[in-house]
């Protein structure tokens, strides 16, 4: 499976907008990036995925390297709510496999929001 | 609304009582499947399904059963539970299993004792 790499902690301020990054120099042409959090004493909740372009949605904005080797999520304005573990994911959309549909999660950065 | 509902939310047993944790989504999802959530380890996949009657092995199947007799229910089997079950358990599903989001669970944890 290809790998992630995220940063273990990073901190913001409430209002103010936060980038968490996401290196995955190993990614194949058949994976898609995504992003999950997990809130505590909850189940992962999906924030946003991407393949090749930037994506926008409710929630945040993802910013997708035009090598695809790193990306970059982005919460517009941080509220306490959005303190949390979040997860950069590649998942595979090759054809059968073992890892075909799996979502392998890392150790997350956890975020940490100050009011 | 749409959700994956698991039950129990919190289960303490003993060493070989064979338990079952249900899940159930009301999503008409095609893709469903089962994590557990260790410390230090983080969530790795036990099973899954791509639909009715398709199931296969994750990364950590050992010790687990599952059956999906119908699309809205994906049941964990743990036939003889062993201490080192003792875990957080998310179900998930999808619409697909790549390109859609992934709805969990609110969790299971379960203790064995």
New interface residues.
């Given amino acids: 499976d290809a790998k992630t790499t995220q940063p273990n902690s990073m901190e913001s301020n409430e209002e103010e907008p936060v980038h968490l990054p996401c290196n995955h120099s190993t990614i194949s042409g058949t994976d898609?990036i995504?992003w999950?959090r997990q809130l505590p004493?909850?189940?992962?909740?999906?924030v946003i995925?991407g393949l090749t372009s930037n994506v926008n949605n409710r929630m945040a904005s993802l910013a997708i390297a035009e090598d695809r080797k790193s990306s970059t999520l982005i919460l517009h304005r941080a509220t306490l709510r959005d303190a949390a573990v979040y997860y950069c994911i590649l998942?595979?959309?090759g054809a059968g496999g073992?890892s075909?549909?799996?979502?392998?999660?890392?150790?997350?950065t956890i975020l940490t929001v100050h009011p | 609304e749409a959700q994956v509902t698991q039950n129990p939310r919190y289960l303490i047993t003993v060493t070989g009582k064979k338990l079952t944790v249900t899940c159930s989504q009301n999503m008409n999802h095609e893709y469903m499947s089962w994590y557990r959530q260790d410390p230090g380890l983080g969530l790795r996949q036990i099973y899954y399904s791509m639909n009715v009657e398709v199931t296969d092995k994750g990364d950590v199947p050992e010790g687990y059963k599952v059956s999906r007799k119908e699309k809205r229910n994906f049941p964990l089997i743990l036939e003889s539970p062993s201490p080192n079950q003792t875990s957080l358990y998310f179900c998930a599903s999808s619409l697909g299993a790549t390109r859609s989001e992934a709805f969990f669970g609110q969790g299971t944890r379960l203790t064995v004792v």
């Fill in positions: 898609y995504h999950y004493s909850q189940g992962p909740e999906y995925h998942r595979d959309i073992t075909y549909g799996k979502l392998t999660f890392g150790q997350g």
